[in-house]
């Protein structure tokens, strides 16, 4: 009974201290709930469009006229320019007055008149993926378009069946499986909202200690227990704390991983009770992570310095937005150390491939082996803290 009425007096006493100190409610409470809606609202076109080109046209002929029109007539870009050489084009670019420059050179009508073959030259701003992306399917797909119509017109043949037969003989249609937006905000986001928690919790738990070692109150319960007493404590502390942490972030976790993508209608084909058995281990592994992590902070400030680096190295390290097969195995084995390396492709397979929990069972049990691994490593520095006064 002492230890279920300590349990819960921690509880209460570490849930007091978070309210009480206006840094941690900032990561706590502010950071998860703000940062998603700032992100999500930044990505929330899904795709770049209109994206403003250079027309130089040295051909100065009907093809290369019907090859413009058809390129401006893509959503994705727009002929905002015209320039008689290509050096006032890049001049353009540089001031950043345009992203790419179509170019049309002077025997490009002539080469197809003559049943050669022909070119089109298209420079691109490489400084923005997403704009180089547009240029280049909008070029091309015009390319093979009007390909296919010179195709037709040299063949001669006397109905559609016949051109179509010809000129695609293998048809095929393309039916996107997952990401059917093709948008940057259903690719990346899933894992940069799981990332926040985790990032949140290290910020807030190493604020917390920070300050008190600061005070030299490591822990708000000092005891001069020894033996099995002095673990019976701690690991009533540790219970308590964690519990407070998890009271938080099980709603921030929510709010992240379903309300924000309803909110901007996100792809999300999550199933609510394998998200539930999925996210618990997670929560009690990044609580875990951050109690051990909080015994690197010395002052309460340098919390931040580390967390913040370490954010864009955990997302490229997650497999997210750069293929895990292409990352150098020592990486692979520095991202297994922290939670959010498995969470994220687990979660992007459940959230945007519609995956269950039985086919994400790598990452739900090496969760469950960081709780196991990081809840030893807690509950020590937890026994160490409560011996100081």
């Not at 704390?241 to 972030?249: D, E, G, H, P, V």
């Not at 680096?309 to 750069?322: A, D, E, K, R, T």
């Not at 739900?364 to 803290?385: C, D, E, N, P």
Request: aromatic content about 12%.
């Amino acid at each position: 009974m002492n230890f279920i009425l300590g349990y819960f007096d921690n509880i209460v006493s570490e849930l007091k201290a978070i309210a009480k100190d206006e840094g941690v409610l900032l990561f706590f409470i502010i950071l998860p709930i703000a940062y998603p809606l700032i992100y999500s609202w930044i990505y929330n076109n899904e795709v770049v469009r209109e994206v403003p080109v250079v027309l130089v046209d040295d051909s100065h002929s009907a093809q290369s006229r019907e090859f413009a029109r058809k390129f401006d007539a893509s959503p994705d870009v727009s002929i905002a320019l015209r320039t008689g050489t290509v050096n006032e084009a890049r001049d353009l670019i540089g001031h950043g007055k345009a992203y790419g420059i179509l170019y049309f050179p002077r025997d490009f009508a002539t080469n197809i008149g003559r049943m050669e073959q022909s070119h089109v030259t298209i420079y691109c701003d490489m400084s923005y993926m997403l704009t180089y992306k547009a240029i280049l399917q909008s070029t091309t797909a015009v390319a093979m378009e009007m390909g296919t119509e010179v195709q037709k017109q040299l063949l001669g043949n006397h109905t559609k069946r016949e051109d179509d037969i010809a000129t695609r003989p293998l048809d095929f249609d393309e039916v996107p499986i997952f990401n059917t937006t093709a948008g940057y905000g259903n690719f990346i986001l899933p894992g940069v909202l799981v990332l926040i928690i985790q990032q949140a919790m290290l910020l807030g738990v190493g604020m917390i200690a920070g300050t008190r070692r600061e005070e030299r109150l490591a822990n708000p319960y000092p005891t001069s227990l020894h033996g099995w007493h002095s673990w019976l404590t701690a690991t009533q502390t540790l219970a308590g704390q964690s519990t407070a942490y998890l009271l938080i972030f099980s709603v921030m976790l929510a709010w992240v991983s379903l309300a924000v993508p309803h909110i901007f209608g996100f792809v999300s084909m999550v199933h609510a009770w394998d998200l539930l058995l999925f996210f618990t281990p997670y929560l009690l592994a990044c609580v875990f992570f951050a109690t051990t992590f909080s015994a690197l902070v010395r002052y309460r400030e340098s919390v931040m310095l580390i967390v913040v680096f370490m954010s864009v190295p955990l997302l490229f390290m997650s497999g997210v937005s750069w293929p895990q097969s292409n990352i150098p195995g020592v990486w692979q084995g520095v991202s297994c150390l922290f939670p959010s390396t498995f969470c994220i492709r687990g979660f992007v397979r459940m959230s945007s491939m519609g995956a269950l929990l039985g086919d994400v069972q790598t990452e739900y049990h090496s969760m469950w082996l960081q709780v196991a691994v990081y809840g030893v490593f807690a509950l020590i520095i937890t026994k160490l803290r409560t011996r100081m006064t």
